[in-house]
């Protein structure tokens, strides 16, 4: 089955850190860049970072030089390791990799 979870949301105090991660089911996995979005509320839905099935990376200018997106090939698992954490970082995060959305996981950074 086509599938994508998100976990390691949760809530932060300003300047910190968080990762989330995005486990996806191999067919995924193993051909697809994958993505992180973000939705906060009342706003579009909007793109954060990619990484490609090789590796290559890049994020949005609101993030660049805060988070870093990776990928564990072993695990079938991308990763958004977030630091300095702003409150307009709150959000529901999304992993999304060929049109497949995963659930989303809410992050909450309190001022």
């Known amino acids: 089955q086509v599938q994508l979870v998100e976990s390691g949301g949760g809530l932060v105090q300003v300047g910190g850190s968080l990762r989330l991660s995005c486990a996806a089911s191999?067919?995924?996995?193993?051909?697809?860049?994958i993505a992180w979005y973000r939705q906060a509320p009342g706003k579009q839905r909007e793109w954060v970072a990619e990484?490609?099935?090789?590796?290559?990376?890049t994020y949005a200018d609101s993030v660049k030089r805060r988070f870093t997106i990776s990928r564990d090939d072993a695990k079938n698992t991308v990763y958004l390791q977030m630091a300095n954490l702003k409150p307009e970082d709150t959000a529901v995060y999304y992993c999304?990799?060929?049109?497949?959305w995963g659930q989303g996981t809410q992050v909450t950074v309190s001022s």
């Open positions: 191999e067919s995924i996995f193993r051909f697809n860049t």
């Open positions: 990484v490609t099935r090789l590796g290559w990376t």
């Open positions: 999304e990799s060929g049109a497949v």
